[in-house]
Nanobody, 118 residues
């Protein structure tokens, strides 16, 4: 059974930092994935891409988080991270990680809440 488990969310003041983790388990290994990413969904809004790492490529970021957020991976731990600095109230959302295994198969985590107070 494949699982992606996010952690690290919480409540933080504006200007603070959080690091989200996405641990993969089961028959999935991020080293073999086509790509990994972090998305977020705020209340009343559509889910949007925050950051992604394509296999063998450079990370790319949404304009709203560039230079503040950093996506990284640890293949040995089968984990993807999202370091979030200089957080703003508009970053408040549920954050989801995903792992694209193939063109037809993408796995999603259950989400972790990030709340930034002003």
């Amino acid at each position: 059974q494949v699982q992606l488990v996010e952690s690290g969310g919480g409540l933080v003041q504006a200007g603070g930092s959080l690091r989200l983790s996405c641990a993969a388990s089961g028959s999935i290994f991020i080293i073999n994935a086509m790509g990994m990413g972090w998305y977020r969904q705020a209340p009343g809004k559509q889910r949007e891409l925050v950051a992604q790492i394509p296999s063998g490529g450079a990370p790319n970021y949404a304009a709203s988080v560039k230079d503040r957020f950093t996506i990284s991976r640890d293949n040995a731990k089968n984990t993807v991270y999202l370091q979030m600095n200089s957080l703003k109230p508009e970053d408040t959302a549920v954050y989801y990680c995903n792992v694209v295994v193939s063109k037809r198969t993408t796995y999603w985590g259950q989400g972790t809440q990030v709340t930034v107070s002003s």
